[in-house]
């Protein structure tokens, strides 16, 4: 479906670091030029037809547009942006600063060259509200925010805070994610996180972007990750592949004009009858730029044979020249261009033609159709739109495409020569195999990468993107209109309250850990307070009231927790139960002989797993992992219940139990639902209550009367008829049930 479709009246609020107009100042004013990224490029059609809005800084400062800085604001409103105006120190400190000089380097796996400057991450923040604050200010009901790339991370969360949870959010990175050990490096990655968090769609080029980010939200905020799927302040936040696409038919019908097709005769007239190989590319060391040169070289030396009949037409458009690393870097290639030319050139051939300016649209395109070889190997990319222009501009297939592994692009390009940018022997073979190919296997693999890049352009790929936000928030809606319904309000707790007090005989069966206390790091230090104590003691003394508490804590455990007060309490998940204060055990089985064994394998895990332990019980044995690094504890309990389900095929009397943090091996026969059939055979009870949160708890729900009360402690999906947020919201609901306000 067309993006103009799909918003259905409703309109997109595009926030970017730069509008898709840049702001030139001129001796009598300024000038409005069209800027020629992907993003732009194919956006700026919904921008004129009145579809969108885009807000981003003109790229200048507020005091070198000065008195001019009115007119430019309002020239840009009328063709429907919103410009956020920087200061030349706000400029200074956030993008040439925090983003070019921390997360750039960082995110491109060059952390030596990572700068932490407090002051810039200062300035970061603060640009990162002037934002949201424009959003805020210029949205309207309806509007569908969409965030862009590395420099508004913390946009996100800063437009919900002002717009609300209502808002679609979306947010997509147009550079690579690193993996968590070079992500954990920066000071302010939990910030960046929960910045990001505020999106309800959070978008990557590749899968292993995405996987990077998962495992970096869990190992730093704790937070688990479900499909995909992240439970954040009560809303679902999605993330997920959308590999960004071009515009591949303005691309190619550009590439067959006229002019682009006269440039291409003029060209090769003064190229003679040599081999292309081309790459472009702006200055910067995460390109990869003396690799390819030297590996350019060692091909000319390798396969002599292609000496005077092989030209690299090196292209690099200048970029902050003016930063001694870059400045360097530009000398670097002049040297190793100079080398290689002294080496290898006669006179009537030179090996490397080296660009260095900025080339237009046509002699881009052109280039695009004269070469043999597009030679992309940058050392690491988000995607690299490059590659995927050049597949559209060759529109005689008689060029062919090397990409590098570290680009983002080379995940889809699969039909493309794929190779290790540090590899300079590798990249030499792939220049020969490339120019050596035959024309059937060339046209082929052309073929099947036109049609991949075609499909799936610029417009599928915002409109795919644009498609699964909308889908995201209307599933939200759902699940805020399922909370909303399942959470017992005042009229629901009233009715609840009445039953309870008109009933004979009540019954009330409660979980501890997660249900009437917070999780703790650690199972002993989860004591009662208070409050509980006190709530636990009115309810077991209301008439007719019998309070049990069940859980899958040892006996001793629980006695010495809640054994002054005047409950019932089924431990270990009911193989031991205290009835009026008097313990006994409740099962027939006595052979324990098999913890050996689980012991010895949960061992195994505890010396592997900082922050684990195990603790043994008279029926069962639990790894707990709640103290343990976040990503490794999920990941190594995975791999245990794996090993576990092996153990307990051979051993049919034992159940393997995935427990909030914890990993349990116990006797079958032992659950909360048989634990609570123990009371429920012995007495007749007209109000059932049940509250818990875990999946024995689950369990439990489905096996009381249907008439029964049962509320999860959590967030959905449950078996439950009602549901609380945490165990403070679940005692308050107790107390207005059995009458005990103002108690």
Known sequence: MALADLLGGRRLLIVSNRLPYTVRLTKDGFELVPSTGGLATGMRPLLEKGYARWIGWPGVSLEAAGDRAEA???????????????????????????????????????????????????????????????????????????????????????????????????????????????????????????????ADLVGFHTYDYVSYFLESVTRILGLRHELGEIDYGGRVVRVDVFPMGI???????????????????????????VKVVFSIDRLDYTKGLLHRLRAFKRFLEKYPEFRGKVSYVFVVSPSRERVEEYARLRREINELVGEINGQFSTLDWTPV?????????????????????????????????VAKEFIAANVDRKGFLIVSEGAGAAS??????????????????????????????????????????????????????????????????????????????????????????????????????????????????????EDLLRLLDQLSRRPNT????????????????????????????????????????????????????????????????????????????????????????????????????????????????????AVEVRLAELSKARAAQYWLSRDKYDFVLAAGDSEDDEALFASLPQDAVTIKVGQPPTRAR???????????????????RGS
């Not at 969360?157 to 147009?174: K, N, Q, T, Y």
């Not at 691309?251 to 005769?265: G, N, P």
């Not at 046509?362 to 043999?372: F, K, N």
């Not at 805020?480 to 319904?485: G, H, K, M, N, Y």
């Open 72 to 198: 430019i604001s309002q020239a840009l409103r009328q063709r429907g942006m919103i410009p956020v105006w920087l200061t030349a120190e706000e400029v200074e400190g956030f993008y040439e600063g925090f983003c070019n000089n921390t997360i750039w380097p960082l995110f491109h796996y060059f952390p030596e060259r990572a700068v932490y400057d407090e002051r810039y991450w200062g300035y970061y923040v603060d640009a990162n509200r002037k934002f949201a604050d424009a959003v805020a200010q210029h949205a309207v009901a309806g509007d569908i925010v969409w965030v862009h790339d590395y420099h508004l991370m913390l946009a996100p969360s800063m437009v919900r805070e002002r717009l609300g949870d209502d808002a679609p959010i979306g947010f997509f990175l147009h550079i690579p994610f690193p993996n968590f050990e070079v992500f954990r490096q920066l000071p302010w990655r939990a910030e960046i996180l929960r910045g990001l968090l505020g």
């Open 247 to 273: 515009d591949f038919a303005g691309v190619r019908s550009a590439a067959l004009s006229e002019a682009v097709t006269e440039k291409v005769r003029e060209l090769r007239a003064r190229l003679g009858n």
């Open 353 to 385: 033609i080296y660009i260095r300016r900025y080339i237009d649209q046509e002699e881009l395109l052109a280039l695009y159709r004269l070469s043999d070889v597009a030679l992309i190997a940058p050392l690491r990319d988000g995607m690299n739109l």
């Open 412 to 529: 889809e390009l699969v039909e493309a020569i794929v190779v290790n940018p540090n590899d300079e022997e590798g990249m030499a073979d792939a220049l020969k195999r490339a120019l050596t190919m035959s024309e059937s296997e060339r046209v082929s693999r052309l073929s099947s990468l036109e049609s991949r890049v075609s499909s799936y352009d610029v417009n599928a790929w915002a409109s795919d993107f644009v498609d699964a936000l909308l889908g995201q928030k209307e599933r939200q809606l759902e699940r805020s209109r399922l909370l909303t319904a399942m959470r017992p309000g005042g009229t629901v707790l009233a009715m609840i309250a009445s039953a309870f007090e008109a009933s004979s005989r009540r019954i009330l069966f409660l979980d501890y850990d997660g249900t009437l206390m917070p999780f703790s790091s650690a199972p002993w230090l989860a004591t009662p307070d």
């Open 546 to 661: 019998r309070v049990v508490i069940v859980t899958s804590r040892s006996r001793a455990s629980i006695e010495s927790l809640l054994g002054g007060v005047g409950v019932d309490i089924a431990a270990e998940n009911g193989a031991w139960v205290r009835v009026d204060g008097k313990w006994q055990l409740a099962i027939a089985t006595k052979d324990v002989s098999w913890k050996q064994e689980v012991i010895r394998i949960f061992s195994t895990y505890t010396k592997r797993t900082p922050g684990s332990f195990i603790e043994e019980k008279d029926f069962s044995v639990t790894w707990h992992y709640r103290s343990a690094p976040e990503g490794l504890g999920e990941e190594r309990a995975s791999e245990l219940a794996e090993v576990l389900g092996r153990f307990a095929a051979v051993h049919p009397d034992l159940a393997v139990v995935r427990l909030p943090k």
């Open 722 to 740: 009602y549901l609380v947020l945490s165990p403070r919201e679940l005692r308050e609901a107790l107390r207005t049930i059995a009458g005990l």
